[in-house]
């Protein structure tokens, strides 16, 4: 139940990131040496980012293991 949540929760951070790249573009874009560009531009940037972000944050996400603590030895347990 709680990954149904996480998903509602995306859903208006995937707006309020697009509108935060957008508002960015806009004050960067002289420093940069690009156009501005509107909300539906940003949306379609926006929808790039988390698709190819997601899968490599998911399995960065997965790979650690359950309990929060890592399978890392100290130098003493190393040896």
Do not use: Q
């Amino acid at each position: 139940m709680e990954a149904f949540f996480k998903l509602l929760a995306a859903g208006p951070m995937f707006f309020v990131s697009a509108w935060l790249l957008m508002i960015f573009a806009g004050i960067t874009a002289s420093d940069v040496g690009i156009r501005p560009f509107g909300y539906v531009t940003s949306m379609v940037v926006t929808i790039g980012l988390w698709l190819t972000l997601a899968p490599a944050i998911g399995a960065i996400g997965r790979s650690g293991s359950k309990s929060g603590k890592g399978n890392a030895k100290t130098c003493s347990e190393r040896s």
